[in-house]
């Protein structure tokens, strides 16, 4: 299994040292050691990192990886991209096959065991799965379900559920998501100018694909995109520890 670390979202770049949100230190250790470990129990074979080159140049991004995992693969971005979707193809080489994939954002936190919502994906003999959890803020990507919890649609930053999505996909088969991204893209079907990894998911519904939804409470799923979502969730993990 695969798993690519989406990572290059427009970080504010300033004349003093600003670290990126994945060098933030809680607990001992980096979000990116974190979420490293985290798709380590989650039985992930080869880590890849989409990592922007000005990152990499500042920071030495691609050397705190490979401290982390000496084996991932560092994908640099070299200028903006039109979003994730673009994003994640710049490693097509290493996810386009049958291997099973994860694309997952750096800044994205949840208190969930991977590897038990991956196998739940597998015993469903799902192509897709994803992770949902309860909001109508249209900063998020939305899944639209029938009566049987099927998805029928999937929208970006447009609530046509209260099931938001976690930055969490799962694909059974790389090549399913590097066609229907190239798909996405010869359609060009740009949302605000980018286009998103949902999108890639209503793609696989045209052609009749399985898709799983597993839903989390809110409380397991933590966004670190921001400083204030980084200050609360710190301020959160130090009142659980000074309540034991």
């Given at each position: 299994?695969?798993?690519?670390?989406?990572?290059?979202?427009?970080?504010?770049?300033?004349?003093?040292?600003?670290?990126?949100?994945?060098?933030?230190e809680f607990n001992e250790k980096?979000?990116?050691?974190?979420?490293?470990?985290?798709?380590?129990?989650?039985?992930?074979?080869?880590?890849?990192?989409?990592?922007?080159?000005?990152?990499?140049?500042?920071?030495?991004?691609?050397?705190?990886?490979?401290?982390?995992?000496?084996?991932?693969?560092?994908?640099?971005?070299?200028?903006?991209?039109?979003?994730?979707?673009?994003?994640?193809?710049?490693?097509?080489?290493?996810?386009?096959?049958?291997?099973?994939?994860?694309?997952?954002?750096?800044?994205?936190?949840?208190?969930?065991?991977?590897?038990?919502?991956?196998?739940?994906?597998?015993?469903?003999?799902?192509?897709?799965?994803?992770?949902?959890?309860?909001?109508?803020?249209?900063?998020?990507?939305?899944?639209?379900t029938d009566k049987d919890g099927?998805?029928?649609?999937?929208?970006?930053?447009?609530?046509?559920?209260?099931?938001?999505?976690?930055?969490?996909?799962?694909?059974?088969?790389?090549?399913?998501?590097?066609?229907?991204?190239?798909?996405?893209?010869?359609?060009?079907?740009?949302?605000?100018?980018?286009?998103?990894?949902?999108?890639?998911?209503?793609?696989?519904?045209?052609?009749?694909?399985?898709?799983?939804?597993?839903?989390?409470?809110?409380?397991?799923?933590?966004?670190?995109?921001?400083?204030?979502?980084?200050?609360?969730?710190?301020?959160?993990?130090?009142?659980?520890?000074?309540?034991?």
């Amino acid at each position: 299994m695969n798993t690519m670390f989406l990572m290059g979202g427009i970080h504010p770049d300033t004349n003093k040292e600003q670290y990126p949100l994945y060098l933030t230190e809680f607990n001992e250790k980096t979000v990116l050691e974190q979420q490293v470990e985290y798709t380590k129990g989650a039985q992930s074979q080869q880590l890849l990192f989409c990592v922007r080159e000005s990152e990499i140049k500042r920071f030495h991004s691609d050397s705190v990886i490979k401290q982390i995992d000496p084996a991932a693969i560092v994908i640099p971005i070299m200028a903006q991209t039109k979003g994730a979707i673009c994003t994640a193809l710049l490693g097509a080489e290493y996810i386009e096959n049958d291997e099973e994939l994860i694309l997952m954002a750096i800044d994205d936190f949840m208190e969930e065991d991977g590897a038990e919502i991956i196998n739940e994906f597998r015993r469903a003999n799902a192509d897709a799965g994803v992770v949902s959890f309860n909001s109508v803020h249209p900063r998020y990507s939305f899944v639209k379900t029938d009566k049987d919890g099927t998805p029928i649609e999937f929208s970006e930053k447009v609530p046509i559920s209260k099931n938001a999505l976690v930055s969490f996909y799962y694909f059974r088969r790389g090549r399913d998501f590097v066609e229907c991204a190239k798909e996405v893209i010869r359609k060009d079907n740009l949302i605000n100018g980018s286009f998103y990894i949902s999108q890639t998911l209503n793609e696989m519904i045209l052609k009749q694909k399985k898709i799983a939804v597993r839903k989390i409470c809110n409380d397991k799923f933590h966004p670190l995109k921001t400083e204030a979502q980084m200050a609360e969730y710190i301020m959160e993990l130090n009142d659980k520890r000074h309540s034991k």
